[in-house]
C-alpha cells in the first residue's frame, strides 16, 4: 500500500542512510581541509587567522558571553556534534550493533585496541608534549566511512557496519578520556546545580515526557554551566542525549490501526466540498493521523535525524575549515608531529588487529560477514583517520602555537597515510575477491 510506505519509512533508520550521510561527510571535509591549507599559505593567511580570532559576544549588558568565533565554533557548535555522538550510542547500545555482545565483541575488540596501543605508542616515541597522548586514539567515522564510499560496492556492507560500531565505542572512550583528563579549576557548586539540572532531565524521560523543547532548553543551562564549572561543556551534551527518551508514546501496532482506519474514511467518503476541498471528516482522520506519525517517532531517533545534515554538511566542515588550518615551515615539523602521524598509522592498524583478533580468539567469534585478512589490515589503517576528534583533543591538550601547529601537522599527515593506504589495500583486496 503506497499510503503506507512515507510514515512507515519515517519509523525505520537503517545502517545505509547513515553511512550515506557520513561517507558524504567525509568527502566534504577533505575539500574544506584542502582549502583551510590553501588559506593558511597563500596571501589571505592574515585574513583567515585573524577571522578566527575575532571577538563574538552574545546576551545583554551584565550578562553575556564573550569569545573568539573559533571558540564558538568548538564549544559551541561542536557540542551539537556530541549531541548527535551521544544519538548515536544510545541507539547503537539499544538496537544497532552494541545491543548484543555477540554483535559488538569485535567492535569492542577492535576499538580497546585502536585506543590503547596508539596511546603507548606515542608515549613511546614523544619526549616532552605529554599532554597530547589521546590525540591518536580516536577514529573519524566521516572521514573513513568517506574513503568507504569511493570503493563504492566492492565492500561488503558487514564491513562498513563493523567500521562504525568500532568508531563510535571510540568515541565513547574519546568522551571519557576528555571528561576524565581534560578538566580544570572545577567549581563544585556550579557542578551540584548541574548535576540537578541531569536529575530533572531522568526525571522528564522516567514520566515519558517525549516533547524535545524539555529536553534541550535544560541543556543549554546544563552547557552553560558545564562551561563555567571547569569541564568541558561537550560533555554536557553526551550526558543529554542519554536522557532523551527511546521509547515512542504510540505503539507501531496502534499506528498501524490509525493507519488503516485513516484508509477506511478515504475510501467511504465520496463527498468533497466543492469538489476540492476535505470533508470534515477526512480532515479530521487527517489531523488524527499527523499526530499519530509524530508521535510514533522515538525522540532520539526524530533528534537524530534532524542533526544528521545539520552536523555533517554544516558543523563538521565549519569545524575543519577552522581548525585544519596550519603554516607549514620547518619549525611547524618537530617530533610531536613525528609520534602523532606514527601512533596514528602503525598504532592505530597494531591495536585494531591484536584487539580484533584477541577478541575472536577468546569470544569464539567470527570476522563480519564476507570479510577477509585483507580487508581487516585495510580497515585497520583507515582507524587511523582520526582527524575531527583528534584536532579537538589537541585544542585541549596544548595551548602553545607551535604545539598547536606540530600536533596538527601529525594529524594531517597520520589521517592522509592511513586513508591512502587503507583505501588501496581494500581496492586490491577487493579485486582479488571479485574475481573469485
Same mark, same amino acid.
Given at each position: 500500500?503506497?499510503?503506507?510506505?512515507?510514515?512507515?519509512?519515517?519509523?525505520?533508520?537503517?545502517?545505509?542512510?547513515?553511512?550515506?550521510?557520513?561517507?558524504?561527510?567525509?568527502?566534504?571535509?577533505?575539500?574544506?581541509?584542502?582549502?583551510?591549507?590553501?588559506?593558511?599559505?597563500?596571501?589571505?593567511?592574515? #585574513?583567515?587567522?585573524?577571522?578566527? !580570532?575575532?571577538?563574538?559576544?552574545?546576551?545583554?549588558?551584565?550578562?553575556?558571553?564573550?569569545?573568539?568565533?573559533?571558540?564558538?565554533?568548538?564549544?559551541?557548535?561542536?557540542?551539537? #556534534?556530541? &549531541?548527535?555522538?551521544?544519538?548515536? /550510542?544510545?541507539?547503537? @547500545?539499544?538496537?544497532?550493533?552494541?545491543?548484543?555482545?555477540? $554483535?559488538?565483541?569485535?567492535?569492542?575488540?577492535?576499538?580497546?585496541?585502536?585506543?590503547?596501543? %596508539?596511546?603507548?605508542?606515542?608515549?613511546?616515541?614523544?619526549?616532552?608534549?605529554?599532554?597530547?597522548?589521546?590525540?591518536?586514539?580516536?577514529?573519524?567515522?566521516?572521514?573513513?566511512?568517506?574513503?568507504?564510499? &569511493?570503493?563504492? !560496492?566492492?565492500?561488503?556492507?558487514?564491513?562498513?557496519?563493523?567500521?562504525?560500531?568500532?568508531?563510535?565505542?571510540?568515541?565513547? =572512550?574519546?568522551?571519557?578520556?576528555?571528561?576524565?583528563?581534560?578538566?580544570?579549576?572545577?567549581?563544585?557548586?556550579?557542578?551540584?546545580?548541574? &548535576?540537578?539540572?541531569?536529575?530533572?532531565?531522568?526525571?522528564?524521560?522516567?514520566?515519558?515526557?517525549?516533547?524535545?523543547?524539555?529536553?534541550?532548553?535544560?541543556?543549554?543551562?546544563?552547557?552553560?554551566l558545564f562551561l563555567k564549572a571547569g569541564i568541558h561543556p561537550t560533555i554536557?551534551?553526551?550526558?543529554?542525549?542519554?536522557? /532523551?527518551?527511546?521509547? %515512542?508514546?504510540?505503539?507501531?501496532?496502534?499506528?498501524?490501526?490509525?493507519?488503516?482506519?485513516?484508509?477506511?474514511?478515504?475510501?467511504?467518503?465520496?463527498?468533497?466540498?466543492?469538489? /476540492?476541498?476535505?470533508?470534515?471528516? $477526512?480532515?479530521?482522520?487527517?489531523?488524527?493521523?499527523?499526530?499519530?506519525?509524530?508521535?510514533?517517532?522515538?525522540?532520539?531517533?526524530?533528534?537524530?535525524?534532524?542533526?544528521? =545534515?545539520?552536523?555533517?554538511?554544516?558543523?563538521?566542515?565549519l569545524f575543519a575549515f577552522s581548525n585544519a588550518g596550519v603554516i607549514i615551515?620547518?619549525?611547524?615539523?618537530?617530533?610531536?608531529?613525528?609520534?602523532?602521524?606514527?601512533?596514528?598509522?602503525?598504532?592505530?592498524?597494531? =591495536?585494531?588487529?591484536?584487539?580484533?583478533?584477541?577478541?575472536?580468539?577468546?569470544?569464539?567469534? *567470527? &570476522?563480519?560477514?564476507?570479510?577477509?585478512?585483507? $580487508?581487516?589490515?585495510?580497515?585497520?589503517?583507515? =582507524?587511523?583517520?582520526?582527524?575531527?576528534?583528534?584536532?579537538?583533543? *589537541?585544542?585541549?591538550?596544548?595551548?602553545?602555537?607551535?604545539?598547536?601547529?606540530?600536533?596538527?601537522?601529525?594529524?594531517?599527515?597520520?589521517?592522509? /597515510?592511513?586513508? @591512502?593506504?587503507?583505501?588501496?589495500?581494500?581496492?586490491?583486496?577487493?579485486?582479488?575477491?571479485?574475481?573469485?
Amino acid at each position: 500500500m503506497k499510503f503506507l510506505r512515507k510514515p512507515i519509512n519515517n519509523v525505520i533508520t537503517t545502517y545505509e542512510k547513515f553511512i550515506q550521510y557520513e561517507a558524504s561527510a567525509g568527502i566534504i571535509l577533505l575539500f574544506v581541509t584542502i582549502l583551510a591549507l590553501v588559506f593558511s599559505n597563500s596571501y589571505l593567511s592574515d #585574513f583567515y587567522f585573524s577571522l578566527w !580570532n575575532t571577538k563574538f559576544i552574545i546576551g545583554f549588558e551584565n550578562f553575556y558571553l564573550e569569545k573568539p568565533l573559533i571558540l564558538w565554533i568548538n564549544d559551541g557548535l561542536m557540542a551539537i #556534534f556530541f &549531541l548527535l555522538v551521544g544519538l548515536e /550510542i544510545k541507539r547503537e @547500545i539499544l538496537v544497532g550493533e552494541l545491543s548484543q555482545i555477540k $554483535q559488538a565483541v569485535l567492535p569492542i575488540g577492535a576499538a580497546i585496541g585502536g585506543m590503547v596501543f %596508539p596511546a603507548l605508542c606515542f608515549f613511546l616515541l614523544e619526549i616532552e608534549a605529554l599532554d597530547g597522548w589521546a590525540i591518536p586514539m580516536a577514529t573519524d567515522i566521516a572521514f573513513s566511512l568517506g574513503i568507504l564510499k &569511493l570503493l563504492g !560496492n566492492r565492500i561488503p556492507l558487514s564491513l562498513k557496519v563493523f567500521l562504525t560500531a568500532f568508531a563510535i565505542i571510540d568515541d565513547i =572512550g574519546a568522551v571519557i578520556i576528555i571528561a576524565l583528563f581534560y578538566t580544570s579549576n572545577l567549581n563544585i557548586i556550579l557542578l551540584a546545580i548541574a &548535576l540537578l539540572i541531569i536529575l530533572l532531565l531522568i526525571l522528564f524521560n522516567y514520566w515519558n515526557i517525549t516533547h524535545l523543547a524539555f529536553y534541550l532548553l535544560p541543556g543549554i543551562v546544563l552547557w552553560l554551566l558545564f562551561l563555567k564549572a571547569g569541564i568541558h561543556p561537550t560533555i554536557a551534551a553526551v550526558i543529554l542525549a542519554f536522557t /532523551i527518551p527511546a521509547k %515512542p508514546k504510540v505503539e507501531i501496532m496502534d499506528f498501524l490501526s490509525d493507519l488503516e482506519y485513516t484508509k477506511k474514511i478515504f475510501e467511504n467518503t465520496t463527498h468533497r466540498e466543492k469538489e /476540492i476541498l476535505l470533508s470534515h471528516k $477526512q480532515y479530521d482522520a487527517l489531523e488524527d493521523l499527523n499526530t499519530s506519525i509524530e508521535l510514533v517517532q522515538s525522540p532520539i531517533q526524530k533528534l537524530e535525524h534532524r542533526l544528521h =545534515g545539520l552536523v555533517s554538511y554544516f558543523i563538521m566542515p565549519l569545524f575543519a575549515f577552522s581548525n585544519a588550518g596550519v603554516i607549514i615551515k620547518p619549525e611547524t615539523f618537530g617530533n610531536l608531529s613525528i609520534s602523532i602521524s606514527v601512533s596514528l598509522v602503525a598504532g592505530k592498524l597494531i =591495536g585494531i588487529l591484536l584487539g580484533t583478533y584477541l577478541f575472536m580468539y577468546i569470544f569464539k567469534a *567470527n &570476522l563480519p560477514e564476507n570479510t577477509t585478512f585483507k $580487508q581487516m589490515i585495510g580497515i585497520g589503517f583507515l =582507524g587511523g583517520v582520526g582527524f575531527t576528534m583528534s584536532l579537538f583533543i *589537541n585544542n585541549l591538550a596544548y595551548t602553545e602555537n607551535l604545539l598547536l601547529d606540530q600536533a596538527r601537522i601529525g594529524i594531517l599527515l597520520g589521517s592522509s /597515510i592511513s586513508g @591512502i593506504l587503507g583505501y588501496f589495500i581494500l581496492l586490491f583486496s577487493s579485486k582479488e575477491i571479485n574475481k573469485v
